[in-house]
């Protein structure tokens, strides 16, 4: 099991941005696929990004496209959500997760929370004027 750690959340104004990070504790993150998701109150867990752990290629929903950028910092094994021109329906908890035993997943990786097993604790982006 890989013990994800988010950090970066906080509270910004509409129009706003923040990079959210995602690092493994006590092992690297270089060869694994890496998902973002979010969660707000009341509604279903839904990805956001993702970024393949062979190839590096990314994957946004819809609803983030041209807005936040996912990328990988090999040197510090840390994968990374840059959010610009936050909306206030982007306000959540947002999560990382991986799974390193889907050979498919680190090809491909995916949108969709149950291709995952192993997740972060998670960390609060509010956005607010």
């Known amino acids: 099991q890989v013990q994800l750690v988010e950090s970066g959340g906080d509270l910004v104004q509409p129009g706003g941005s923040l990079r959210l990070s995602c690092a493994a504790s006590?092992?690297?993150?270089?060869?694994?696929?890496i998902g973002w998701f979010r969660q707000a109150p009341g509604k279903e867990r839904e990805g956001v990004s993702c970024?393949?752990?062979?190839?590096?290629?990314?994957d946004y929903a819809d609803s983030v496209v041209g807005r936040f950028s996912i990328s990988r910092d090999t040197a510090k094994s840390t994968v990374y959500l840059e959010m610009n021109s936050l909306k206030p329906e982007d306000t959540a908890v947002y999560y990382c997760?991986?799974?390193?035993?889907?050979?498919?997943?680190?090809?491909?990786?995916?949108?969709?929370?149950?291709?995952?097993?192993?997740w972060g604790q998670g960390t609060q982006v509010t956005v607010s004027s």
């Open positions: 006590g092992s690297s993150l270089d060869d694994y696929a």
């Open positions: 970024i393949s752990g062979s190839d590096g290629r990314a």
């Open positions: 997760a991986t799974d390193p035993d889907s050979v498919l997943i680190r090809a491909l990786c995916g949108l969709i929370p149950w291709q995952y097993d192993d």
